[in-house]
T-cell receptor
Framework: NAGVTQTPKFQVLKTGQSMTLQCAQDMNHNSMYWYRQDPGMGLRLIYYSASEGTTDKGEVPNGYNVSRLNKREFSLRLESAAPSQTSVYFC??????????????FGPGTRLTVT | SQKIEQNSEALNIQEGKTATLTCNYTNYSPAYLQWYRQDPGRGPVFLLLIRENEKEKRKERLKVTFDTTLKQSLFHITASQPADSATYLCALPSSGGSYIPTFGRGTSLIVHP
């Protein structure tokens, strides 16, 4: 199993450009998440998808859109990149127990710089 | 929503000693709490989950305690090794009944040989 994969690993954008970050998991997990991680800020949830066909906003959704393409894939789109979106982006997936618990499996991250 | 506090200062210890990291939370008592390890340039990796009715949980050299009265979890690594050097994150449900975790900012552990 590859686990959670993300592409690209690195990206440099100019202000105003758009791009899509791709994420896929092969663990048959229902739930998928997008986080950003900034120095001193920790992991912050951007969007999540509890199951195929549903998406919900997290803590910091402004400037982003997501698509849950199928059970395996969850993409994050920046329509008009801004320097404030310079960050490391992590995708994660989880399977929830009946108690609502779920350990998260993270991808390797995408390091995005917006100039 | 939940507020999580982890020591932002790095913890430096000598190899062979026990490392103890702290996670404090301020709002409602969560049904469970998780600990993750993150190495530089990599995504977090799940280590342990402890439930509210469990006082302590162990996995190899790792031990986690959960004190709902103090609103605190302690994460211990016994017989620490330089390979244990990493950032350790705690995570709790973002609100009552939620399965969405909120992560602390993490504490960096540096184990010196």
């Amino acid at each position: 199993n590859a686990g959670v994969t993300q592409t690209p690993k690195f990206q440099v954008l100019k202000t105003g450009q758009s791009m899509t970050l791709q994420c896929a998991q092969d663990m048959n997990h229902n739930s998928m998440y997008w986080y950003r991680q900034d120095p001193g800020m920790g992991l912050r949830l951007i969007y999540y998808s509890a199951s195929e066909g549903t998406t919900d906003k997290g803590e910091v959704p402004n400037g982003y859109n997501v698509s849950r393409l199928n059970k395996r894939e969850f993409s994050l789109r920046l329509e008009s990149a801004a320097p404030s979106q310079t960050s490391v982006y992590f995708c994660a997936s989880s399977v929830l127990s009946g108690r609502g618990e779920g350990e998260q499996y993270f991808g390797p991250g995408t390091r995005l710089t917006v100039t | 929503s939940q507020k999580i506090e982890q020591n932002s200062e790095a913890l430096n210890i000598q190899e062979g000693k026990t490392a103890t990291l702290t996670c404090n939370y301020t709002n409602y008592s969560p049904a469970y709490l998780q600990w993750y390890r993150q190495d530089p340039g990599r995504g977090p990796v799940f280590l342990l989950l402890i439930r509210e009715n469990e006082k302590e949980k162990r996995k190899e050299r790792l031990k986690v305690t959960f004190d709902t009265t103090l609103k605190q979890s302690l994460f211990h690594i016994t017989a620490s090794q330089p390979a244990d050097s990493a950032t350790y994150l705690c995570a709790l449900p973002s609100s009552g009944g939620s399965y969405i975790p909120t992560f602390g900012r993490g504490t960096s552990l540096i184990v010196h040989p």
